[in-house]
């Protein structure tokens, strides 16, 4: 018999249809069969499950457009199990894993682990992009066709950019013809060689400075192969104000181009890295104040489609070195709902906008439609959250099997109480 589950009492929001009403949700099976006011007036029956969500919000489960898994190859930073475990505590029903993993994810049977070792863990949906350029060395692309049959949801070179404007044009033309999508973190590489963001502050800390150009020259370059392609580009980590500009210029042109941000770039500025503190060590880098109000200012505008966790676990012997040399890279997997939501609590957002930002969005740019979304007949993929519930990030407590966020000891509002996957309650907050 079909397993049958009611979520009652229960603020459904759904950010695709714009739906934010309180009633009851029943799942059959792997499915939403019913939701809103009104469901079983005369009682819920003895052979259904209900959970009582007392009031809390109940909306689809997120979805993460980028996180980097260490597996295969780099299991002592992060497995397909520890990083579902992580997402499943944040939310997250579904990421979208990079293909940097050691051997790197260029070919069928790179897809096809990933796609076991998701199968076989049974909690969050894993999906794989698959290499652009073969072992990300940018010079030769990859097979995109065999590559996207076998369910490669896009193509990047991950924590790479691709550097060389030929082989980026040819990416972008060959993608597009079997309907995929090149993510690209721009950053002009021979301009990115410092540690952080250039200015005073890398001045005063005798730090090599990374300068916003970097991010833009690249991203001005690539969205001209954009317009002589006609592909479709996604531009990942975006971090200052001139950016969000160039991407907003693209879009009123009528380009096929979406892009994203992370957390710490509307949560954070240069000035966090304080004395030398390596967890805030990312690329790209932490920006200034205006930088921040940019980033901020396109999520608001619709500028900047989407909110990605950017989760790039790093082992303790990678941070725990001087700040020149440490590894790039936080965790964020289970603090990405919060600090989206602190944009709400803020008044910078409203509730269904950055919701969108995290669900339904990031689907459609994956390709995955029937996924970020509350409908008749979808996939049960569902997070029930708290959005008002204060909490304090611990770093030790994380699931992630690296602890390097750059949000430990941070107060921050928005808890998840139960996360549920193709009907399966993969999560539940235990006091």
């Excluded at 210029?249 to 941000?261: E, Q, S």
């Excluded at 989760?311 to 700040?323: A, L, N, T």
């Excluded at 020149?324 to 609590?345: N, S």
């Excluded at 803020?346 to 459609?364: E, F, N, S």
Aim: glycine content about 10%.
């Amino acid at each position: 018999m079909t397993q049958r589950t009611i979520y009652t009492n229960a603020r459904l929001l759904d950010p695709a249809s714009g739906l934010d009403q309180h009633g009851s949700l029943l799942v059959e099976g792997n499915r939403i069969a019913e939701m809103g006011p009104g469901l079983f007036p005369d009682g819920v029956p003895e052979s259904i499950q209900a959970v009582d969500c007392a009031g809390a919000c109940l909306a689809p489960g997120l979805v993460d457009l980028r996180a980097q898994i260490g597996e295969p190859g780099l299991e002592h930073k992060e497995t397909i199990p520890s990083a579902s475990r992580s997402a499943a505590a944040g939310g997250i029903t579904a990421l979208a894993a990079l293909p940097n993993t050691d051997p790197v994810i260029d070919d069928v049977a790179g897809l096809e682990f990933v796609a076991r070792r998701a199968r076989e863990t049974k909690l969050v949906k894993i999906f794989a992009y698959a290499a652009a350029t073969r072992e990300t060395a940018g010079r030769e692309i990859t097979e995109m066709g065999l590559l996207a049959e076998a369910g490669a949801v896009g193509f990047t070179d991950g924590t790479s950019a691709l550097a060389d404007p030929l082989v980026m044009r040819r990416a972008l033309a060959y993608a597009s013809t079997f309907g995929r999508t090149i993510f690209q973190r721009p950053e002009e590489p021979r301009l990115a060689s410092g540690s952080m963001n250039a200015g005073e502050i890398a001045t005063r800390l005798g730090l090599g400075g990374i300068s916003a150009m970097a991010e833009i020259i690249m991203l001005e370059r690539d969205l001209r192969l954009v317009e002589m392609t006609g592909g479709r580009y996604h531009a990942s980590g975006i971090s200052t104000a001139e950016s969000v500009e160039v991407i907003r210029r693209a879009k009123a042109k009528g380009l096929k181009v979406t892009c994203d941000t992370a957390p710490p770039y509307f949560a954070l500025t240069e000035v966090d890295v304080g004395d030398y503190r390596t967890f805030f060590k990312l690329s790209p880098p932490l920006r200034g104040e205006m930088d921040r109000r940019a980033i901020v200012a396109g999520l608001a505008d619709g500028t900047i489609d989407a909110v990605t966790s950017d989760h790039q676990p790093e082992d303790v012997d990678s941070k725990r070195v001087p700040f020149a040399q440490a590894a790039f890279g936080a965790v964020g997997l289970e603090t990405l709902l919060p600090l989206t939501l602190d944009l709400v609590q803020k008044g910078a957002l409203p509730l269904l906008r950055a919701l969108a930002a995290v669900t339904c969005i990031p689907a459609d740019i994956l390709g995955l439609r029937h996924l970020g979304r509350l409908t008749k007949g979808g996939p049960a993929d569902l997070v029930i959250f708290d959005p008002d519930r204060p909490w304090r990030v611990d770093g030790e407590k994380l699931q992630s099997k690296s602890k390097n966020t750059c949000f430990d000891k941070r107060p921050v509002q928005g808890m998840v109480l139960r996360t549920v996957v193709d009907g399966r309650s993969v999560y539940a907050r235990t006091e």
